[in-house]
């Protein structure tokens, strides 16, 4: 049984720094491409960063380029999203996801979390 759980969200201040972590079990995870997604309320899901299964490329949503970054640990079937610089327009409810293979930035993603809420106050 494939789970994805994510942790690391909480309440912060606008400005401040949150790192979210999203551990896998049940699968290979290197095989795997993850990806964060969000969703805030009243909104649709949205994609926000994307890894490959080794790493070595990333992509990111414009709204959080410069700001996030993804990242991931193979050796503990672990991926991170570290988020510098948060906004209120950053609160959100966000997921994992992984997907066979590859990575996008759509949702057709084989696996998801169940979410952690980020709460950014201003």
């Known amino acids: 049984q494939v789970q994805l759980v994510e942790s690391g969200g909480g309440l912060v201040q606008a400005g401040e720094t949150l790192t979210l972590s999203c551990t896998a079990s049940?699968?290979?995870?290197?095989?795997?491409?993850m990806a964060w997604f969000r969703q805030a309320p009243g909104k649709e899901r949205e994609f926000v960063a994307a890894i490959s299964r080794q790493g070595a490329s990333t992509t990111y949503a414009d709204s959080v380029k410069g700001r996030f970054t993804v990242s991931r640990d193979n050796a503990k079937n672990t991926v991170f999203l570290q988020m510098n610089s948060l906004k209120a327009g950053d609160t959100a409810v966000y997921y994992c996801a992984a997907k066979l293979w590859t990575y996008s930035r759509l949702s057709n993603y084989d696996y998801w979390g169940q979410g952690t809420q980020v709460t950014v106050s201003s």
């Open positions: 049940g699968l290979t995870f290197s095989t795997y491409g």
